[in-house]
């Protein structure tokens, strides 16, 4: 008989003060001015009895570095008492949250880590884990699956992949009460565009905000998808915060009516909690010489400018020829500097509930290599998240090396290396199966 799951879960308010350089976005000029809307962090503790299980924390950030994600990670098992190797922490990605928590986090790109910053965020963190520990109660565990096209989509091209649809884990308590939600979707936080200068978690803290709202206010924790390729650009009718409450309003809804309507999955609710952990070593990439990254950049400048000069700045014609450029230009500024040589230490974990399954890798990852191992994975319901402990940035698929996307540029793999991670990931998930 499978022993009882055990929850504990807290959100708490991570939200710096003003007059600190934001994250995210090359052409940003300015600090930030003030806070829009808090950013967060949700913890989602998950256990029984004799087994520690896994505890998600999940940030309202750009991205989670290693330095970042040993020192949560470390702080939080030491407040619950747990080994730290039972944490996972997550990035939303939102591009309106603080540079200074991870610092420089690609060779071409500026940024600085703030030591005061990080600081405050980690003991705001360690203060709810802390409530954690005295805090854990009986749950039933639910499992649900919906799917929407209005949130996000292929950022290249609307027919392109695009992994539409969203996960929740959905815990109660013995009187049915709702205590927490686990849920997560596949699509670039970047409504808001460079010339914001407000702190804001994005569309995912206008979903957790009209989730409670809508379902008996439990702790909503976000995971973000395999987000690679995948953005608002092609759905969304403004970059304001308008648009942010209207797209993370219509994910809360579609959530909350599959919470309602639709029989969650029996099996789903069995346990335990299991974790595997791997680690894929990953030849980081060759550069191409100085001469030749400058005449790349030169080349998608002139084709930018052609881009500007008959559409609006917002045009998606004129972002993707901007962001081709932006990484053409990274990728100079690489051949002219230092840069990682050998392999990357790449972890990747595998969390599992019953036929469900959550991988979690450091990447921003295409949407087709994602829906790769969707495909190819022993469990029923399998998950891919990114952002997660630790960064290494962008990997494309075969098409994005071979069109010349913005990401294929500034990514610090090669362009075999989605097809390893694929392989690496789906070999965890059947030894995750079989033990």
Not at 88 to 94: E, G, P, Y
Not at 252 to 274: E, F, M, W
């Amino acid at each position: 008989m499978t022993a009882p799951l055990l929850l504990a879960a807290q959100d708490v308010r991570i939200t710096p003060g003003p007059g600190h350089p934001l994250g995210g976005y090359l052409a940003r000029d300015g600090v930030a001015t003030g806070t829009h809307d808090d950013l967060e962090a949700s913890l989602i503790w998950l256990s029984t009895e004799d087994d520690p299980g896994v505890l998600w924390v999940a940030l309202d950030a750009l991205a989670v570095d290693a330095g970042l994600t040993r020192t949560l990670a470390d702080a939080v098992a030491a407040a619950v008492g747990i080994d730290p190797e039972r944490v996972l922490v997550c990035a939303s990605h939102t591009h309106s949250g603080p540079e200074g928590w991870t610092g420089q986090l690609h060779p071409g790109l500026p940024g600085r880590r703030d030591a005061g910053l990080v600081g405050g965020m980690a003991e705001k963190v360690t203060g709810a884990a802390l409530r954690l520990r005295a805090g854990r109660s009986r749950v039933r565990a639910r499992w649900h699956a919906g799917s929407t096209e209005a949130v996000g989509g292929n950022r290249y091209r609307p027919d392109g992949p695009h992994d539409t649809s969203f996960g929740v884990l959905e815990l109660r308590r013995d009187d049915g009460t709702p205590a927490a939600l686990l849920f997560d979707y596949a699509s670039h936080p970047t409504v808001l565009g460079p010339d914001n200068l407000a702190w804001s978690a994005d569309w995912p803290g206008a979903t957790r905000r009209e989730l409670a709202a809508l379902v008996g206010r439990p702790v909503a924790a976000f995971l973000q998808g395999a987000a690679g390729d995948a953005s608002s650009r092609f759905v969304r009718r403004g970059r304001d915060h308008d648009e942010v409450r209207a797209l993370g309003g219509h994910l809360a809804t579609s959530i909350a009516r599959t919470l309602a309507a639709v029989s969650p999955s029996p099996s789903a609710a069995i346990g335990p909690v299991r974790l595997s952990r791997s680690e894929l070593r990953l030849p980081y990439r060759d550069v191409p010489s100085i001469e030749d990254s400058l005449a790349l950049r030169g080349a998608a400048e002139a084709e930018w400018r052609r881009e500007l000069a008959g559409h609006g700045e917002d045009h998606p014609a004129v972002r993707i020829a901007r962001t081709r450029y932006e990484g053409c230009a990274m990728l100079a500024a690489m051949a002219a500097s230092d840069r990682p040589t050998g392999c990357a230490r790449v972890p990747v974990s595998v969390v599992s509930l019953g036929e469900v399954a959550w991988l979690h890798t450091p990447f921003e990852l295409f949407a087709s290599l994602g829906l790769r191992i969707r495909r190819g994975s022993p469990f029923r319901h399998t998950r891919v998240i990114g952002y997660t402990d630790g960064y290494l940035g962008y990997l494309p698929d075969a098409d994005g090396h071979r069109d010349g996307v913005y990401e294929s540029y500034v990514t610090l793999f090669g362009a075999d290396a989605g097809d390893v991670l694929v392989a690496h990931c789906l070999e965890l998930l059947r030894t995750h199966a079989r033990r």
